[in-house]
């Protein structure tokens, strides 16, 4: 076997209180490569002994034995000299390769009483939390105090079992199974390794978190496990279906287990984890219970396990919350949201500051995201509430609260004065014509400016000449001047820049002469003998 420890803390005291020997092991770090039985970090209880097991990290890989060994298999001299102990703040991961011969126990504290487990995460540990007693006469050990709480379980054959144990508490854990090698959550039997097999009596689940994605029971018992049994105040979620359960070997509905008296205020609801490492969920469950001033103190929201570093805690507040975390405020959610601003925009282009004004004044979350729907009008508007005006007609600004509540306040705002500018010109010649045939003919052009709505939709004629030549009246009536190609162009008034073009071809001009020269042959301007000539 192949171990590394990492020892940051570790003291026993050699004096006694009250008959027992304070040992605290803080701050150890083990990594087990061992593949095979590995006894883990095996507690010493030879005598009375007050453990303090707090803030440790121990990895591992065995098929068989333990992760944490605090307390004892069977009936024995060293039973009950944990008793009271407390095992918190620890981490415990097991990276092995699952499978149903695979026995690995992860937090051991079998044959004592009043241990105190809380605030550790257990990442793929087989066998999860153990807490076992029970005599060859059928004798169980009774907690009257202590119990497991605030404990994260994620991927194990099972996350907590009582086997032969009365009285064990079971609040506000999140219990967590996603990679299909879970059995159930929580198991609760007798100890069926001794000779009389007294069922595990009185145990308390109240407050958790169970999450599957596979239909494996939340909860497994024997039928003589129910006396003095309680469950309510948990949250189920099954992305397989509906939560079962199982008595006896028997599956239970939800609405069969609830009709045997429990979980009458527990809910099915998705705690919509960030994460399956850290599953904390997205807002407060507070679906809780109060259950007293000594577990009043869960994890928080932002703890980690670091060895040798206390996980960051949160006392409840307000509604008890459901799980191993705790947000630190109770969520205040937001009721009615009031808009306030002028109600028109009257100006081209023009802009209106709109403001909200979120209630309950303590909402927890008083952000909101703000929208426009368009009506008649159209608009657009800024992340802090700034209308800016596009098209005339009415708009609906809304503010919506960031909170999840759904609520959200409007107000309607009517836009004038608007200027639509032009998009589009199309000039056509009447009847579709291109050409002008005739000597000093005419084509009469039209131009269609879009939207329809344009503000104005008024255009400027020109002519490019090209090869030919024409002009073009202030109405687009082209007048041909010489043959060859020109082009009409249409230009909207608006501004906006917008022109429209069309080639025209021309052609059978007659082109006039303009002018004449005469000259003499030779340059000659004179005739100068009798009865001579000039060409």
């Not at 589009?424 to 000597?439: F, K, L, P, R």
Request: aromatic content about 8%; glycine content about 10%; overall charge neutral.
């Amino acid at each position: 076997m192949k171990k590394v420890v990492t020892l940051l803390f570790f003291a026993i005291y050699s004096y006694h209180v009250t008959g027992q020997v304070p040992l605290i092991k803080e701050g150890v770090v083990i990594t087990n490569t061992q593949t095979g039985f590995w006894l883990g970090d095996n507690i010493p209880r030879s005598e009375p002994t007050i453990l303090t097991y707090r803030n440790n990290s121990i990895t591992s890989v065995n098929t068989l034995g333990y992760l944490l060994q605090a307390g004892d298999e069977t009936p024995a001299s060293s039973n009950n000299n944990l008793d009271g102990q407390e095992v918190t703040g620890n981490k415990f991961v097991w990276n092995g390769i699952n499978s149903p011969s695979i026995i690995t126990h992860g937090l051991f504290v079998g044959y004592n009483i009043n241990s105190k487990v809380k605030y550790n995460y257990l990442d793929m540990v087989p066998y999860g939390i153990i807490f076992k007693s029970g005599t060859d006469a059928g004798e169980n050990m009774t907690f009257t105090s202590g119990g497991c709480a605030y404990n994260i379980c994620k991927n194990g054959k099972f996350a907590v079992t009582m086997k032969g144990i009365n009285g064990v508490k079971v609040y506000n854990n999140t219990f967590y199974n996603g990679d299909g090698s879970g059995w159930y959550l929580i198991i609760i039997s007798s100890n069926m390794d001794r000779t009389v097999n007294s069922p595990s009596t009185g145990s308390k689940i109240f407050n958790n978190i169970f999450y599957t994605t596979t239909k494996i029971p939340m909860i497994r018992l024997e039928s003589g496990c129910l006396t003095n049994f309680e469950c309510d105040y948990n949250v189920y979620w099954c992305t397989a279906g509906e939560p079962v359960f199982n008595v006896d070997g028997v599956t239970k509905t939800w609405a069969e287990w609830r009709a045997l008296g429990y979980d009458a205020h527990s809910i099915i609801a998705n705690p919509n984890f960030n994460n399956t490492v850290d599953l904390i969920p997205a807002t407060r469950l507070d679906y809780g219970k109060d259950l007293g001033a000594e577990w009043q103190t869960g994890l928080s929201t932002t703890s980690t396990w670091v060895a040798g570093i206390s996980p960051d805690t949160q006392n409840q507040n307000g509604t008890w919350q459901v799980g191993a975390r705790i947000y630190s405020a109770a969520n205040i959610p937001v009721n009615a949201i009031n808009i306030s601003g002028t109600t028109t925009i009257t100006t081209d282009k023009g802009t209106l500051q709109l403001d909200a004004t979120v209630l309950p004044s303590d909402a927890t979350n008083k952000t909101i995201t703000w929208s426009i729907v368009n009506g008649t009008g159209q608009a657009s508007i800024s992340a802090t509430g700034l209308v800016t005006a596009v098209k005339n007609g009415t708009v609906t600004a809304s503010a919506t609260a960031n909170d999840g509540s759904g609520v959200y306040g409007t107000l309607n705002i009517t836009i004038s004065n608007q200027i639509n500018p032009v998009t589009s010109v199309t000039v056509s010649g009447t009847g579709g014509a291109t050409t002008i045939t005739t000597d000093k003919g005419t084509l009469q052009l039209n131009a269609n400016a879009l939207p329809s709505d344009a503000t104005d939709k008024t255009v400027t004629w020109s002519i490019v000449n090209g090869t030919g030549q024409a002009s073009i009246s202030a109405t687009g009536l082209v007048n041909a001047v010489k043959k060859g190609t020109v082009t009409a162009r249409a230009t909207a008034n608006d501004g906006s820049g917008i022109f429209g073009m069309l080639d025209i071809t021309i052609s059978n001009q007659v082109t006039l002469i303009s002018s004449l020269s005469v000259t003499g042959t030779g340059g000659a301007t004179t005739i100068a003998t009798d009865k001579g000539t000039l060409q």
